[in-house]
């Protein structure tokens, strides 16, 4: 069965018009292995932020005490990167979110 997809006109300035289509929903479920595999919350080294200010972002997204932190920050800042958080899919999606909220790299790796 064919599907039709709904098409929104939109005025722009000038009088000129562009034509956007509407968002499409995904009807695919996941299998219940997918989401039972952890899932890694990684941050990455930049050059940019402070090793003050990536330990304080940690002690607030995670709720991780200041030497933990400094922990992961060194960690991060040696040797590149640093595994913060491991569990399930939608919590790890969510801290990653949180991390790039604050300005940080961050990347969602699963657990082979």
Known sequence: M???K???????KRGSSSTIEAPSKETG????EELDVPWQVVVHNDPVNLMTYVTMVFQRVFG???EKAERHMLEVHQKG???????VRERAEFYVQ?????????????VV
């Open 81 to 87: 990167r640093s595994i913060l958080w491991c569990g």
């Open 64 to 66: 991780y005490p200041r």
């Open 29 to 32: 479920t996941r299998d219940k």
């Open 98 to 110: 949180q991390l790039h909220g604050h300005l940080l790299l961050a990347t969602l790796e699963k």
């Open 2 to 4: 064919a599907s039709k």
């Open 6 to 12: 709904s098409v929104t006109r939109m005025e722009i």
